[in-house]
């Protein structure tokens, strides 16, 4: 089973009908779901329906606050609703994806959880991630992309109650820069299970310039430059030559 979470929030919907097209050339609409999540649209429910099964939930997932300055919001809602699926194997996948290939392939492989690190990996003060995983009795790992991960073994159902409970948690702020709290709680759930890691082969990343990799997955669109939270350190360098500080001159 494919399964993605959307809203009407942003450019979600449209994001997703495009990756629902790429999808179906792989996959049986049958074997699709789509977590439906406040704010929806009518017209959207049925847009949707053309391409996969639809479920509107609720959301479940706390709402945080991705970087500094912006409101709480709702991010990771799919963490709250994968528990529902009944089959052994399950891919998730973000909205703003296109499908290269058909996703089948990868599960042949032995793992239970397949993901591609992300890129704020980078900045994360690993002392703190650390500690955390030490507190909560966790052999440390690295931080997943959510964009697209594989479970295998009916490791999503084991996870979502542990899940869950870490996004209750007031967990601790790893990275300067942003606030991936869904991701945090998912190293922590899916640390002990046997990991396997993908690179820009499986799942490229459009934000770093991977744009013609013979890729599975094309995630995301090309960063405007005040939205580049990735090369934040020479942002701020610059930023400070601008102010016509010598500090960094």
Known sequence: ?????????????????????????????????????????????????????????????PPFKLKRG????????????????????????????????DLKELFNDDFD?????ATQWKNIDKLKWENLFEKNNKTPIPMPNKGFMVFKNNVHKKIMDKCIEYMNLDLPHVNPYNYQKDQIALALAISGYKLKFYN??????????????????????????????????????????KQGLKIFK
Not at 79 to 100: A, E, P, Q, R
Not at 216 to 227: A, I, K, M, P, R
């Open 200 to 241: 820009e082969n499986v799942h490229a990343y459009q934000w770093l310039g991977e744009n013609d990799e013979d890729t599975y997955v094309f995630h995301g669109h090309l960063l405007e430059d005040d939205e580049d939270t990735y090369n934040l350190p020479k942002k701020l360098k610059n930023w400070f030559i």
């Open 70 to 101: 912006l409101p709480k919001s709702r991010y990771g809602e799919i963490i709250g609703h994968l528990g529902k699926i009944s089959t052994t194997n399950v891919c998730i996948l973000d909205c703003d994806t296109i499908i290269k290939k």
């Open 1 to 61: 089973m494919i399964a993605y979470s959307v809203s009407d929030k942003g450019n979600m919907a449209k994001e997703l009908v495009d990756s629902l097209k790429s999808l179906n050339r792989f996959v049986n609409r049958d074997n699709i779901v789509v977590f439906y999540t406040p704010p929806c649209s009518k017209q959207n429910y049925n847009n949707f329906t053309n391409y996969a099964i639809v479920e509107y939930v609720d959301n479940i997932i």
């Open 113 to 117: 959880v397949a993901f591609r690190v």
